[in-house]
C-alpha cells in the first residue's frame, strides 16, 4: 500500500513511534470542580462551559479510578486491539484537588499497561508542589508524564470576554514551569471563537511554536443549551463563521505552526444532546477529512510558513 505523505504530525503517528505500537487514552473522571466556577475565580466558568465540563463521554465520577480503567480498557481493546493505554484525567480542572487528594488518585491510575498520565488542568493552576510528585512519580514508576493546558485563544481580549479567568500571561508562566520538569505540554485550542479573527489564528500558530509547546489539541466551538454562551447564541448575539472558514483556518494555523509540534485533533467531537450548534451539523471526521484533502489539493503542509522565529529579519528575504 503507498505510504500516505505527511501533511501534519498526527498523534497516533506520533504515539506509534514513541511506545512501539497503538496507545489509546482512557478518559478519567474525578470529583472535582474549577476554580472558574465555585467563586475562587470566577462563578458559572467559561460562557461556552456546560454543567458536566468537557468530558460528556466519560464515566460517572463515584466510580473508583480502577472500575473507570478497567471498563475503558475491555471497549478500547476491544474495538482498536491497543494493548497500552494513556490514564487521561481530562473533565474539569484536575490540579484544583487537593494536592494530598491528587496523589492517591494518580497512584491509583498507576496500574498494568499504563504508559502515561495526562492531565488536564487550567494554566492558572499548576504549582511547583504538584509537579514534583509528578516528577517523582515519572521516575519510580517509569511512566510518561504530559499535561494539557485549556487556552483556548492568545487573544486575551477574547479570553476576557468568554470569561476565562486567566490571560496569556498565566499560560506562559504555566509553560515555563512544567518546562522545567521537562513534562511534554498539549494545549487546547478553540478556532472558531466568534471574536477571534484570522490574525489571532496564526498568532496561536506561532506562539504555541515560540514556547515550544509539543502538542495541540484543536477544537470547535460548540454551545450548550443553559450556558451564557447558549442564550448569546439564542438572542442571535453570536457571528459565527463557516464550516468552510473553519477549515481555512486550520490549515492557516498548521501552516504558521512549528513541524515538529504534534496535532493530536484537527476539531473535536461533541455531543448533539442539549447543543444548539455542532459542528456545523457534520460529523467531527467529515471536516476533519475535507481538511486533509483541502490541504492535499492545494499542497499545504504544517510549518510551510514557520519561519518567523530564529531572527526573521537576519534570515529572510523581504519576499518570503
Ligand atoms: S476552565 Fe474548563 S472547567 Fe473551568 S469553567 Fe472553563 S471550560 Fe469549564
Redesign the pocket.
Known sequence: MEKEVLIYNTYSDYLREKYGEKVYKLPINLPV?????DGKL?E???I???EV??GFENLPNHYSISKQLEENMILVKRKYKANKFIAYFQ???NTYLPLEDFKVYIQEALVEDIVEIAIST?PDCITEDYLAFLKEIQLKYSVEISIEL?LQTVNYHTLKKI???HSLAEFIDAVLQIKKYEFEICTHLILNLPWDNEEDVIENAKILSALKVQQVKLHALYIVKDTVMGEMYEKGELQLISAEEYKDRVITFLEYLDPSIVVQRLIGRAPEENSLFVNWNMSWWKIRDEIHEKMRASNNYQGKKAYYLGGKALHCSRNV
Open positions: 470542580t474549577c476554580p472558574n466556577r470566577g458559572g466558568g467559561c461556552f462551559c456546560a465540563g468537557t473533565n474539569f480542572t487550567r485549556g470569561n476565562r479567568g
